[in-house]
């Protein structure tokens, strides 16, 4: 998975679960927490828009250094398991959401520490509950 943009998603279970882990890539890029994606799509639904635009979702422009922090914040013990590789994918580190707000409304994204940090907490909890199969996830 050389580029595979789930890795850092992959780094927060890594974590969670106690184990180390390289996150495949290192670029700024974007991130929204899934609970805010679907919020968006909710009050794209409601906004009364006639049509087929596309819009950028937008979200928070995170290099992979601030995701190993925020990772590590959350999960101490993983503090210096979780590695970044070195190579670029050249993936956009910031999107313009102006038009889609324009057409819906703001949105009312959650700070990037927090949504790692629940991410987290909600892995732990399924690896508690023995809902998620860590090794098997992180092996793809």
Not at 4 to 28: C, E, H, R, V, W
Not at 45 to 52: E, H, K, V
Not at 111 to 136: L, N, P
Request: proline letters at 3%; glycine letters at 8%; aromatic letters at 6%.
């Amino acid at each position: 998975c050389s580029s595979d943009l789930s890795t850092p998603t992959k780094a927060m279970l890594a974590a969670a679960a106690g184990k180390p882990y390289q996150i495949s890539f290192n670029d700024t890029v974007m991130y929204q927490y899934a609970d805010d994606a679907a919020m968006a799509f909710i009050q794209a639904s409601r906004a009364g828009l006639s049509g087929a635009e596309v819009y950028n979702l937008g979200g928070s422009s995170v290099s992979m250094n601030e995701v190993v922090r925020a990772i590590s914040k959350v999960a101490n013990e993983s503090t210096g398991t979780i590695t970044i590789a070195d190579q670029k994918i050249g993936a956009p580190g910031h999107i313009d959401a102006s038009a889609l707000h324009d057409a819906i409304g703001p949105i009312d994204w959650t700070e990037f520490e927090d949504g790692v940090s629940k991410t987290i907490m909600q892995f732990r909890q399924g690896i508690s509950a023995k809902k998620i199969d860590v090794d098997r996830i992180l092996a793809t």
